[in-house]
């Protein structure tokens, strides 16, 4: 008895806690089950008064800019996330106590109808039906339960469920290994990939932004200018998709110099042999003293296309040029990235599409077969219900009055509460929110939201244009930037009341 106390005091030492003084060096959207337990620590750990929580999906990540607001706010309030992936009202409602450590100044819950489960959800018949059973089985399996909240799920369905999962979740209340062992290793690799390698293997570039735009993973369009610090750099990295690629290097003094084609400080074309990864040693171009310079890089020959590249396999296709290393022209800076979003052109592209060329992309890309694409299945069941709520009244069901329970609940601690329908594109919204199910799960949201002196707000058709969500309720960095706007309202509003 006194060994297993001792293993308990060990694991939640050196995995509950020594584990987390590791310094987070991830970026947006890698490792989503550690950068979450990281964010829930470091949000408790912090003392500010001033904490607006925005909480719910990667629907709520991808509407929510906390870097555009708290600019805006100055100092008023901080806007902070404590969301992941994948967050159904459920998962919120077991959080919820653990949001109320962290001292807000106020709750701002970013829901979607996706949010909502469908896969537990049948409508036949015109009549609604939740499966219950089907939804406890699911949820025991899930990372949320088994991550974050395995012992309260246990006592809650501890009769519900088999005994092969009973025990998995017990050994989860138990051990911090077993919970965490899922992304134990994923900010050592990133911090190893950061201090020991060569800046070649990465998830998101963060080097030098070119003025064209640059895809997530750093492969650049056609031609790339960008400022060029290579002070305290002998070194930096490309990738070649083919062989006898053909590179104009071209270094300006400044950005302006190159704006108004002024002379050059140097220029060369170089062909490199054989694809793969080459180093470019800086100082082999014989620049002057100067260390920064705008340097635009032209690719003569080698291109390649996105789909080759692997950035996607469906919808527009488009010419790219080559892949820079992971800080290519820019001292690297290895701060917690990991909710922080940036505006790659894997998602300004959209805004870039004519309606015509958005329809056929989205349709290759969310439509075209998806019924038999697994990565499809969840948003095909979605869309299949939207069609068919129109035939159905509007009834409650658990995952719904999950969300009253979490209104009622801050409600009682005396914390502001708000409600926002985020908004979806257009192409989805249109198969259901005029239907009497729609206006009257809003109708009953609103009459309970505000019954407990808390604010709701349907942004649902907030935007007409398409171009700024990148599928049925994700929205573009574009679109995010757009919406901001309406957020600083809500909150500004929220929190006057």
């Not at 290759?364 to 069609?387: F, T």
């Amino acid at each position: 008895m006194l060994l297993f106390g001792a293993t308990l005091v060990l694991d939640y030492l050196v995995f509950n806690q020594l584990y987390f003084y590791l310094p987070n060096e991830m970026e947006w959207d890698t490792s989503p089950w550690y950068n979450f337990e990281k964010k829930r620590k470091d949000l408790k750990a912090d003392s500010s008064p001033n904490k607006v929580i925005v909480t719910g999906s990667s629907v709520a990540l991808y509407s929510v800019l906390p870097d555009v607001l708290n600019r805006r706010a100055n100092g008023s309030y901080n806007v902070d996330f404590y969301s992941h992936v994948a967050m159904a009202p459920s998962d919120l409602y077991y959080y919820k106590e653990d949001i109320v450590k962290t001292n807000p100044k106020m709750v701002m819950y970013v829901l979607n109808l996706a949010d909502f489960q469908w896969e537990y959800v049948f409508i036949e018949n015109g009549k609604f039906r939740f499966e219950k059973k089907l939804w406890i089985d699911e949820f025991a399996d899930r990372y949320p339960a088994k991550l974050f909240y395995p012992l309260e799920f246990l006592k809650d369905y501890f009769f519900d469920i088999g005994r092969k999962k009973i025990s998995k979740l017990a050994a989860k209340s138990l051990f911090y290994a077993s919970r965490y062992r899922v992304f134990f290793w994923d900010p050592i690799d990133t911090y190893i990939e950061n201090h020991f390698r060569s800046g070649r293997s990465y998830n998101k570039y963060q080097g030098s932004l070119p003025k064209e735009g640059i895809w997530s993973k750093g492969w650049t369009k056609l031609s790339a200018s960008m400022q060029c610090d290579i002070s305290k750099k002998e070194e930096d990295s490309i990738f070649f998709s083919r062989n006898h690629s053909k590179i104009k290097f071209s270094f300006y003094q400044t950005e302006e110099d190159a704006f108004k084609k002024l002379p050059l400080v140097h220029s060369e074309e170089r062909i490199f042999s054989k694809s793969g990864w080459v180093g470019i040693a800086w100082k082999s171009f014989s620049l002057p003293s100067s260390q920064s310079y705008f340097l635009k890089l032209e690719v003569l020959e080698g291109d390649t296309t996105a789909k080759a590249a692997d950035l996607f396999r469906t919808g527009k296709d488009y010419p790219v040029g080559v892949r820079l290393s992971h800080y290519f022209c820019k001292e690297p800076s290895y701060a917690d990235r990991s909710y922080l979003r940036e505006p790659y052109y894997d998602e300004v592209r959209f805004t870039e599409m004519t309606s015509e060329e958005y329809d056929e992309d989205y349709f290759q890309r969310m439509l075209e077969s998806a019924d038999q694409r697994n990565e499809l299945y969840r948003l095909n069941v979605l869309r299949q219900n939207k069609k068919k709520i129109g035939t159905t009244k509007f009834e409650a069901w658990m995952e719904y009055t999950r969300v009253l329970e979490i209104s009622d609940y801050f409600k009682e601690k005396n914390i502001p509460f708000v409600l926002v329908l985020a908004p979806e594109n257009p192409v989805e919204s249109v198969l259901y929110t005029k239907s009497e199910w729609f206006q009257g799960m809003t109708t009953h949201l609103r009459t309970h939201i505000e019954s407990n002196g808390q604010n709701f707000h349907n942004e649902v058709d907030f935007s007409s244009v398409k171009q700024m969500f990148f599928d049925p309720h994700h929205m573009t960095y574009d679109g995010a930037y757009a919406f901001q706007p309406t957020l600083e309202q809500i909150i500004s509003s929220s929190l006057n009341r």
